[in-house]
């Protein structure tokens, strides 16, 4: 039987609309009742709380002063799918375990990491985690669109800041700025304007003070362009790179999954390339395997995939 706690914090956060704590605590309940002996009871709660996780996210529209400058989605990538190392891994899985257990957390006067600082080269992972973030916590993902952010307009675009922070605290979801060094850059640097350096410096002020429920992450290319009073306002950075071989050899093993043959992955040539031009390898040559009525994609085929992406990496447009 639930414990009174349970029963209360099951009320909460129905009505604060907290599905991952609501998730959480049902957890705990099944696990208690099959320790009881009722495998029956607790076999139902747990097929509930899986059949409400696979449920999409409703997106409601935000206000006119953010029209076009957020995109929705709802994400379904879980952490399995992520190719990365183990520290990453690691600082991913305890930000998830944070966030799932923050009451026991705030109990003892604590906060849960939730905002945090993604850097590394396109493609290494970094979209993808803010992915995983929403899934895993069942939160919409909000990808906030820099383009539209920055305007030519004195002004405005610390405006829009401020409504974006609003809707923060007042909407769950995790919010990834993408291309964040488009407002993060150093205030120092030879090129900076004097009003880029007050919006950097709105949403310093904007950031550290948001107490919402949300996830706020920033993603940059590159991490040394950032200003540095941007690192102690947030609770994490986690730092991605290029894949080792070994990574690359089980992301093609996963994305080639039953189309992969008989042979070893050692052989292949990864040079510089990206998770994502892995992967588009892998999807070029599943695509050619199947346009040829062929089942499999043979080891010759992979490796053409690959090298064509090494090949436009390295190649550089000819000077006149």
Do not use: W
């Not at 069942?138 to 405005?156: A, C, N, R, S």
């Not at 610390?158 to 150093?186: C, M, N, P, T, W």
């Amino acid at each position: 039987m639930a414990t009174g706690d349970q029963i209360r914090t099951l009320i909460k956060s129905h009505f604060e609309d907290d599905h991952v704590r609501f998730s959480t605590v049902a957890l705990q309940i099944a696990a208690h009742e099959a320790r009881q002996g009722h495998l029956s009871v607790a076999d139902e709660i747990k097929k509930l709380v899986d059949t409400s996780k696979a449920k999409v996210v409703k997106l409601r529209p935000f206000n006119d002063d953010l029209n076009g400058l957020i995109l929705e989605i709802s994400p379904k990538v879980k952490l399995p799918q992520l190719i990365a190392s183990p520290q990453i891994l690691s600082k991913i899985q305890r930000i998830l375990l944070e966030f799932k257990q923050k009451d026991k957390l705030s109990k003892h006067g604590l906060d849960n990491r939730r905002k945090i600082l993604l850097s590394g080269s396109p493609g290494t992972g970094k979209t993808m985690t803010a992915a995983i973030f929403a899934n895993e916590l069942q939160l919409p993902l909000y990808v906030i669109l820099m383009d539209k952010l920055v305007t030519k307009f004195m002004g405005e675009t610390s405006a829009k800041l401020r409504h974006l922070f609003d809707s923060i605290q007042e909407r769950q979801g995790v919010y990834l700025f993408d291309e964040f060094d488009a407002i993060g850059g150093e205030r120092g640097m030879t090129n900076d304007v004097g009003e880029m350096r007050r919006i950097l410096n709105s949403f310093l002020q904007m950031i550290e003070q948001d107490t919402s429920k949300s996830v706020i992450i920033a993603a940059t290319n590159n991490i040394d362009l950032l200003d540095q009073a941007l690192f102690r306002r947030f609770d994490d950075v986690i730092r991605y790179n290029l894949p080792l071989k070994s990574e690359a050899i089980k992301l093609i093993e996963n994305k080639l999954g039953k189309y992969k043959g008989r042979y070893k992955l050692d052989t292949l040539k990864t040079d510089k390339l990206s998770h994502a031009e892995i992967t588009q390898a892998c999807l070029d040559a599943i695509k050619h395997a199947i346009l040829n009525d062929k089942k499999q994609v043979d080891l010759v085929l992979i490796k053409q995939m690959l090298n064509e992406r090494i090949t436009a990496y390295k190649s550089k447009p000819k000077t006149k």
